[in-house]
């Protein structure tokens, strides 16, 4: 049983082959990092044109990949939101042709829930019910799933996403788009102690997070120590730092967004005492991250890297369980939702 899953809510396009919601036969992403690197993070009418660019040729690159023929495949599964407006509606348009044009059961798929059902695409699957901390760049949240079809959000962010945290701190201390990868290699050689920079307090019956704060503390940091004001922060020649002034910012920053990350976790895992946690979404890549919340909770399930990032391998993980409850929708129906919560 073989399932196409299409993705496109952000900055990559993706196209996977899923053998019985368990094999990966292919996992195809185009990724759009370089175009918008150049403007410091995703520009969303750039992402939606460089998605019709390239989507047929990512899913028949897919298929071929897989070695499976359009008569192999029992249903096409995409990504409905939530996300960019105009990426998933490529995606969408795309699936529901494609839907129609070959007569194949299509699934849409919420993209959040995917992030931790990428889980299932290891070896170590989660029993339900299981608590998921997503982080991304336009997500964290921490969810109850209870079956496959069934979740509670306990806890979101109040403001920016952990990832959207780690790009803009890059920004501001001149690193590199993506900001977390960059983030986490700057911070190898920094002191973690160097800068202290506060947590948010939302209370002790709350799982929110909050990183809007934290930014702002090292934006108040980074004028001090270049004496610019906040006016000129925009303007990248007016202040160069220290490379070891940015390690050391790159490593307090990422010790203050993973020990909130980690604070509000563990107190979740403690009020509901799920059978597994699962850690997924592009933040989940970070090694520090990773190493601490091991320390916390050991038999934590973190998703692979390379299932962490946006992909679509993780869709056709989701879309497998939709399958076996025949959970499909008519073509027709099928619309993209930029800030889609259900299933
Ligand atoms: O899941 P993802 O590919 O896209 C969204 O759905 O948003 O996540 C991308 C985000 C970016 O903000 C990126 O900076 C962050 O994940 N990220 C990291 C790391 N690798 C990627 N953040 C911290 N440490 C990393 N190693
Ligand atoms: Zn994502």
């Known amino acids: 049983m073989n399932i196409l899953a299409i993705e496109s809510s952000c900055d990559e396009t993706a196209a996977a082959v899923i053998k019985d919601g368990a094999e990966v036969l292919s996992n195809i992403i ?109 997500h964290t949240t921490l969810s109850l799933y209870k079956d496959d079809l069934t979740r509670e959000v306990i806890g979101e962010t109040l403001d920016d996403a952990a990832g959207e945290a780690f790009d803009k701190v890059a920004k501001l201390i001149g690193l590199p788009y993506p900001g977390g990868p960059a983030i986490s290699k700057s911070a190898e050689s920094g002191d973690e102690n160097a800068y202290k920079f506060p947590l948010a307090n939302l209370g002790k019956d709350s799982f929110d997070f909050s990183f809007s704060g934290l930014k702002t503390a090292v934006l108040r940091q980074v004028q001090e120590i270049t004496g610019v004001n906040p006016g000129s922060m925009d303007n990248k020649k007016s202040y160069e730092l220290d490379e070891k002034i940015v390690a050391d910012i790159s490593a307090s920053f990422q010790k203050a967004a993973v020990d909130a990350l980690i604070k509000q976790t563990q107190k979740a895992y403690l009020r509901y005492s799920p059978k597994a946690l699962v850690v997924g979404g592009g933040v989940a890549c970070n090694s520090y991250l990773r190493e601490k919340m091991h320390e916390i909770i050991p038999n934590a399930i973190f998703v692979p890297p390379v299932l962490c990032t946006d992909n679509a391998a993780m869709i056709g993980a989701l879309a497998h369980k939709m399958y076996q409850q025949k959970k499909f929708i008519d073509p027709y129906e099928l619309k993209a939702d930029s800030s889609l919560e259900e299933i």
């Open 30 to 138: 185009a990724s759009q990092i370089e175009i918008h690197a150049r403007y410091g993070g995703v520009v969303p009418e750039v992402a939606a044109r460089s998605h019709i660019e390239v989507i047929i040729p990512v899913i028949e690159q897919a298929l071929e990949e897989a070695k499976v023929s359009w008569e192999n495949i029992d249903a096409i599964a995409v990504t409905k939101g939530p996300g960019l407006i105009g990426s998933l509606l490529i995606g969408v348009m795309t699936a529901r042709e494609l839907a129609i044009a070959k007569n194949k059961p299509l699934i849409g798929i919420n993209h959040i829930w995917a992030h931790a059902f990428a889980s299932f695409l290891t070896d170590n699957k989660p029993e339900f019910p299981f608590l998921a901390l997503t982080v991304s760049g336009g």
